[in-house]
């Protein structure tokens, strides 16, 4: 009995796992909003703006 | 705009943006736009160019928040937003507002939440400061940005503090707020309000259905990879051979992953093609699913009886790749239907009813749904008017901006019509009601938008045109290659259709149009043309040549801001004007002090309502105003100054006397000029063969001088036209061509959604942003010679990729007639026709910078001084 009759399916149960979570978090409304993420993360609260970097990076932000 | 007999008040709060004309040395702080010289402080720190930006900045600062500006200089191109409109918001604290906009948290002990839109966000900066929102008022819990529907969540404690107190804060920031008002509010709810009632609304609706589009891309997406995997190790097999018990493992796991592809992400195209076979409309998804169908069928036959050729790979690679399509698609089509959600939010909520009857002094806050004809309700000082009616008691000055257009404030007093929309900004009026809600103008305007854009005919995408020519020569190829190979074996003869089927399923196809448009309307935003649909671009295209192009005049011709356009007299006298002038806020009074640059500072003043200023500058003394203020003053007026008035006159402008000493000795002519660009934009439209008319709400007389000067026909010259008119000349148009419509206002609104394509101007009035299909964040016109020819070249871009699509399917399905065609054959051909359509799409010209230079750090200094001279 070779092994892969064993890997295979706990492979899927693992794959199984992983989209059951994605499910959850779409459901959730996770993915709702997927524009201002990208320029919250840009955002620093405590040490003030000092780390965004310049437009360039906003704007591939922006179009991504 | 100039030949309208409003009475001006001096005391109007004047709009906050204005551009200077010449003398620029100080920006303002919180704006960046050039200080006027009038407003110029000597050896203050810091200049602005208005009220509102200083109080603005003075909020901003004071809690520690100027990394604002830090931020918004990195990271933006863009201006702080310095439309504050000073509404008190009182009817955000009604408590019938609470019930139809906020939604208690219990867990959260009495913490309510609530929904605003907010006009004018835009960058990461805005970001920041609003949901820096907690810090600036006390009792807010937290704020939530979403920047591409531009709406906030706020959490907030109703026992620290008010709503009006939230709203009235981002108001003074330049976010004016409005409440989320469920979209299709309009006929539906009756006077308990759409919003929370019972089931679901749109939006929600719409977000379950978006969620559900992103776990069907996941799932498919999941089970690609994995079946990819599970081939990977057949196709290595196929050439070094493998354990007969491995490979059906192997096969058997594809099929179980395969099926709930098919079951479950993959059944939005059978269903899709099921209805469209119902409706008889065929298009791209029945050619799709029949590939997947029948070679998902046909492969759980051959997994079953243990041999033969799998495609199970190329299956669910191809639900993989249409869903990213759908879901790319479909965000675009989304960002066009959340900017009409505004749209619903303009007028009030809430009115100020009297009770018991006419004479009484009492009021009560009433739903504006609750309100019957007859009804009298009382507008204070920075209410917006809730209904249509007449002015019962009191006088008071409205900002009618957001009907007409108009920046100039009107005065009405008893027995004046006042609309539904118009903000009281000094005075208590009294309105006896005559049409509520949707009766009234501005509403029976939103109904025609939301007509007009829902009515709107879907455009069919390209693909779907020929999805019938493909699906009779798909399923007549697959004839032709079973009757071929029906001789040898009939299993064969259905194996070899079957790969046909899957081999020549059009992805490309499927992939090619969201794609282009995608690449396109992404650059487009860049180049400051925010497009919101993909059918904008197929119709701008497919109105090349022979479209008619309709203008707005004010703000879109023109700059829309007064300023001195003549000036008769004595020069020397300008100066001092200008310094008397800068006491006053009125849009008159600040061109005038925009239009000279001085130190000297007026004393004495004197202002009257709607007629002038007077005060002394210097040694003088100065009367600026109208002919009766001079005339009451019993100061003559000589010929010339006469005459010159009367030129003025004719010519549209509005003649400002001047008198100083009790002599009058000049005359400015005040006027909205035309933008610098307008002329060579509207004469490269021409030259693209469209047909150039202007529609405008003006006097007759002045469209037909702009018109004039730029060189179009009298006879397309339409002027004095209303509101409904704009529409009704769009609906007449469209009968025989296609219409594009370029505006900005309230008034063009409805025109906008009912056209072809509708263009908005940079610095529009938001519901025209709504209403437009394409808003445009540049200065002037040129933008839109800019948009017209990067659709056209879209729409190549998409011939091109349709093409190579078809090349792809034409080699495949030659193959697969020859039964030459593998698995591995069709796993290698089918992401290689869709990466070619992806490729094509990122290669093409459409809406890239004609010389590359044009965007180069050059252009950026010269940009103020572009507005200087606008």
């Known amino acids: 009995m070779s092994v892969i009759f064993l890997l295979i399916p706990l492979a899927f149960l693992l794959a199984a796992l992983a989209v059951w979570a994605f499910v959850r978090s779409a459901q959730e409304g996770q993915y709702d909003d997927l524009d201002t993420p990208a320029h919250r993360m840009l955002l620093d609260d405590d040490r003030g703006p000092a780390t965004v970097p310049g437009p360039s990076s906003t704007r591939q932000a922006e179009s991504a | ?870």
């Open chain 2, 1 to 870: 705009m100039t030949a309208h007999p409003i009475q001006i008040p001096r005391s109007a709060l004047a709009p906050a943006r204005m551009r200077p004309e010449q003398g620029v040395r100080h920006t303002c702080a919180h704006c960046t736009l050039p200080v006027p010289d009038g407003l110029v402080e000597p050896g203050a720190e810091r200049q602005f160019c208005c009220h509102g930006c200083a109080t603005a900045y003075g909020v901003i600062t004071s809690c520690n928040l100027a990394a604002y500006y830090d931020l918004l200089r990195r990271t933006s191109q863009e201006r702080a937003p310095a439309k504050v409109s000073r509404r008190a918001y009182a009817e955000f604290d009604d408590p019938t507002f609470h019930a139809l906009y906020c939604q208690p948290l219990p867990r959260d002990g009495g913490m309510l939440r609530t929904e605003l839109l907010l006009e004018g966000v835009h960058c990461a900066a805005c970001v920041w400061l609003v949901e820096k929102l907690p810090q600036l008022v006390p009792g807010v819990a937290e704020a939530r940005l979403d920047l591409r529907r531009a709406s906030v969540r706020v959490t907030f404690d109703p026992a620290q503090c008010r709503l009006s107190q939230i709203a009235r804060t981002l108001d003074t920031l330049g976010y004016a707020p409005h409440p989320a008002r469920a979209h299709g509010r309009h006929g539906t709810a009756g006077p308990s309000g759409g919003a929370l009632g019972g089931s679901m609304t749109l939006r929600e609706l719409r977000q379950i259905e978006d969620r559900r589009l992103l776990i069907h891309m996941g799932v498919a997406g999941a089970c690609a990879g994995n079946i990819m995997l599970l081939f990977l190790a057949m196709y290595a097999g196929m050439f070094q051979g493998i354990d007969p018990a491995h490979e059906q493992l192997l096969r058997y796991a594809s099929l179980g992953l395969t099926l709930v592809c098919l079951a479950w992400p993959g059944r939005v195209f059978l269903k899709s093609a099921i209805a469209a076979i119902r409706t008889r409309t065929i298009h791209l998804d029945v050619p799709i699913a029949l590939g997947l169908y029948l070679g998902g069928i046909w492969g759980a036959y051959k997994t079953i009886a243990g041999s033969g050729d799998l495609y199970f790979d190329s299956i669910t690679a191809l639900i993989f790749f249409l869903l990213i399509g759908r879901f790319v698609q479909r965000r675009q089509q989304r960002s066009a239907g959340d900017a009409v959600e505004l749209l619903f939010s303009i007028t009030p909520t809430v009115a100020r009813k009297l009770t018991d009857g006419d004479a009484s002094h009492s009021t009560q806050d009433v739903p504006v749904e609750a309100l019957s004809i007859g009804d009298v309700v009382e507008v204070r000082a920075g209410d917006c008017v809730p209904v249509d009616g007449t002015v019962y008691s009191g006088r008071a000055d409205l900002d009618v901006a957001l009907l007409t257009g108009e920046s100039r404030p009107s005065r009405v007093s008893v027995g004046d019509a006042v609309v539904a929309g118009s903000v009281n900004l000094s005075g208590i009026i009294r309105v006896r009601v005559e049409a509520t809600g949707e009766d009234t103008r501005i509403g029976t305007l939103m109904r025609a938008v939301e007509e007009a854009s829902r009515r709107r005919a879907p455009i069919v995408q390209l693909a779907d045109r020929w999805a019938g020519w493909l699906l009779v020569a798909l399923l007549s190829l697959a004839a032709l290659t079973v009757i071929i190979w029906w001789h040898e074996s009939p299993t064969l003869a259905i194996d070899r259709a079957a790969a046909l089927l899957i081999a020549v399923c059009p992805c490309g196809l499927g992939l090619a149009t969201p794609m282009a448009m995608t690449v396109a309307i992404g650059r487009a935003a860049r180049r400051g043309v925010l497009i919101k649909g993909a059918d904008a671009v197929q119709a701008l295209a497919d109105a090349r040549a022979r479209g008619v192009v309709m203008l707005d005049k004010t703000g879109t011709i023109t700059t829309g801001t007064l300023s001195l356009v003549r000036f008769e007299g004595d020069p020397e006298v300008l100066p001092m004007v200008a310094a008397l002038e800068s006491a006053s806020s009125h849009p008159i009074a600040r061109a005038l002090s925009r239009s000279s640059s001085t130190l000297q500072t007026p004393s004495d003043i004197t202002q009257h309502q709607g007629a002038g200023i007077e005060g002394t500058v210097g040694a003088s003394r100065l009367i600026v105003g109208t002919r009766a203020l001079l005339t009451a003053r019993s100061i003559a007026i000589p010929t010339h100054i006469d005459h010159a008035a009367h030129r003025a006159v004719n010519d549209g402008l509005s003649p400002v006397f001047i008198a100083v000493d009790d002599r009058c000795v000049a005359l400015a002519a005040m006027g909205d000029p035309i933008r610098p660009d307008a002329g060579p934009a509207i004469e490269a439209l021409r030259q693209r063969g469209y047909h150039v008319r202007i529609l405008s709400g003006d006097h007759p007389l002045l469209v037909r001088r702009v018109g004039a000067a730029l060189g179009i026909a009298e006879s397309d010259c339409m002027g004095g036209v209303t509101p409904e008119g704009k529409l009704a000349e769009v609906r007449r148009q469209l009968q025989s061509r296609p219409v594009i419509m370029v505006g900005d206002g309230v008034n063009d609104a409805a025109a906008l959604a009912a056209s072809t394509v509708g263009v908005a101007v940079r610095g529009g009035a938001e519901a025209s942003l709504a209403a437009a299909d394409v808003s445009l964040t540049r200065e002037g016109l040129a933008p839109i010679v800019e948009l017209l020819d990067g659709a056209s070249r879209t729409l190549r871009t998409i011939h091109w990729t349709i093409a190579a699509s078809i090349a792809y399917n034409i080699v495949a399905a030659t193959l697969a007639v020859a039964g030459l065609i593998s698995p591995l054959l069709a796993a290698i051909i089918m992401p290689a026709s869709s990466f070619t359509v992806v490729a094509i799409c990122l290669r093409s010209g459409a809406f890239k910078p004609a010389r590359p230079p044009a965007q180069s750090p050059s252009a950026m200094p010269s940009r103020p001084l572009a507005e200087a001279s606008a």
